[in-house]
């Protein structure tokens, strides 16, 4: 059936180094891609996409990047700030406006 | 705010008891998800609608649950006898749903947080 998998489920890094996560998806025909951070108490926040004609899409600090052939997908985050402190989730969808498959989760803690 | 709301924000009930929960899509959003989120997890879908019409429901939406958005607008989700497994976050978003650039992009309320003693 329908899978992401995500990784790590916690990353832990230092003000102003980069953070990295991983997801793969199972079902080929999977076309968008968003990323949520979620707070503590709060409903995920839709911070970057992709779709799946495009290699990589860049906003500020933000970066997606997605290799359809290994079905892979990952979300860079560059000089990061304690206020990037959340839960990641990654996600996948094969309709246009359908459901969204999450992965697990990251838990990415930035020490000042 | 022009955001997604739910209401209420926290609800704790005993065992047996019926809940229903509200949400207020975004107003120009025809799509309207349902997903349930229990703690460490990631959300997992449950229904949705396309204005009223609801288009698809998950194996995870026993017969306990229904949901409903009879004038296209706000939803309701309701949990007939609840169980201790029902409690998590029930989380709603709401989308375009017309063709377009941002298609596909949905945006989450707060959630409503159930606590089923």
């Known amino acids: 059936g329908e899978n992401v998998e995500q990784h790590p489920s916690t990353l832990s890094v230092q003000e102003g180094d980069s953070a990295v996560i991983k997801c793969t998806y199972s079902d080929s025909a999977s076309n968008y891609f968003p990323w949520y951070k979620q707070e503590l108490g709060k409903g995920p926040q839709l911070i970057i996409d992709i779709r799946s004609n495009v290699g990589e899409k860049k906003d500020q600090r933000i970066a997606v990047t997605l290799n359809k052939t290994a079905k892979h997908f990952s979300l860079h985050i560059t000089e990061t700030q304690p206020e990037d402190s959340a839960v990641y989730f990654c996600a996948a969808t094969r309709f246009q406006g359908g459901k969204l498959i999450f992965g697990q989760g ?7 | 705010d022009t955001g997604v709301s ?112």
């Open chain 1, 106 to 112: 990251t838990e990415l803690s930035v020490k000042p």
């Open chain 2, 6 to 117: 739910q209401d209420p924000r926290h609800k704790i009930t005993k065992r047996g008891q019926n809940v229903t929960f509200r949400c207020d899509p975004i107003s120009e959003h025809n799509r309207l998800y349902w997903y349930r989120q229990t703690l460490g997890q990631g959300p997992e879908f449950l229904t949705y609608f396309q204005n009223e019409a609801q288009l698809e429901k998950s194996r995870l939406l026993s017969d306990r649950f229904s949901a409903e958005r009879p004038k296209g607008s706000f939803s309701t989700l309701e949990i007939q006898r609840t169980e201790q497994g029902d409690s998590a976050m029930y989380l709603c978003a709401s989308s375009l749903g017309v063709a377009g650039e941002r298609y596909n992009e949905q945006f989450f309320g707060p959630g409503t947080r159930l606590t089923v003693l």
